[in-house]
T-cell receptor, first 114, second 113 residues
Framework: KAGVTQTPRYLIKTRGQQVTLSCSPI?????VSWYQQTPGQGLQFLFE???????NKGNFPGRFSGRQFSNSRSEMNVSTLELGDSALYLC?????????????FGEGSRLTVL | AQSVTQLDSQVPVFEEAPVELRCNYS??????LFWYVQYPNQGLQLLLK??????LVESINGFEAEFNKSQTSFHLRKPSVHISDTAEYFC???????????FGRGTSLIVHP
């Protein structure tokens, strides 16, 4: 069974630009979550989608948005990039059965903002 | 609300020595507990989990963790570490129906030869 796939793995942008990151969950997983990981803040929860609806949201500004498609694939977008948005963005999927919170992570998209 | 505290940000240890990575959580309800490992330039991988039943859980590569409800702890241990165990370790806690686990800040395990 294929794992969680994130693209692109690495990208470099400049301040003010926008970026879109993609995530394909494990087949059969309907919940997709996004996290931002930085050395200073650790793992910060961005949002979670289930059946194309945002079910949970972290404490991030509106520049951070996401969506989920009918095949459970998800994208997140960051507009008007700032230097502080440089981070590893992790996507995780969950089978959502039993509600245990167990997550399966992708390898991440490393964003560098110059 | 729940929170997770990993008491050590970095743990250096020599190869073949035992190690313990500490994790304490706070929650007013029953929880599920997880340890994830992150190798350089990779995502997080589930190492082991406590959902219910036996309070001692083990991973396939020799790690174990014990759920201690009275001390609200879920410490990770390994009796003899290898160089390949060098990684970042994250403790996480979730409550039933929450879907969203809370992660600790992580502990960097550094194994020296």
């Amino acid at each position: 069974k294929a794992g969680v796939t994130q693209t692109p793995r690495y990208l470099i942008k400049t301040r003010g630009q926008q970026v879109t990151l993609s995530c394909s969950p494990i087949s059969g997983h309907r919940s997709v979550s996004w996290y931002q990981q930085t050395p200073g803040q650790g793992l910060q929860f961005l949002f979670e989608y289930f059946s194309e609806t945002q079910r949970n949201k972290g404490n991030f500004p509106g520049r951070f948005s996401g969506r989920q498609f009918s095949n459970s694939r998800s994208e997140m977008n960051v507009s008007t990039l700032e230097l502080g948005d440089s981070a590893l963005y992790l996507c995780a999927s969950s089978i959502d059965r039993g509600n245990t919170g167990e997550l399966f992570f992708g390898e991440g998209s490393r964003l560098t903002v110059l | 609300a729940q929170s997770v505290t990993q008491l050590d940000s970095q743990v250096p240890v020599f190869e073949e020595a035992p190690v313990e990575l500490r994790c304490n959580y706070s929650s007013s309800v029953s929880v599920y507990l997880f340890w994830y490992v992150q190798y350089p330039n990779q995502g997080l991988q589930l190492l082991l989990k406590y959902l219910s039943g036996s309070t001692l859980v083990e991973s396939i590569n020799g790690f174990e963790a014990e759920f201690n409800k009275s001390q609200t702890s879920f410490h990770l241990r390994k009796p003899s570490v290898h160089i390949s165990d060098t990684a970042e370790y994250f403790c996480a806690v979730s409550r039933g129906g929450s879907y969203i686990p809370t992660f600790g800040r992580g502990t960097s395990l550094i194994v020296h030869p």
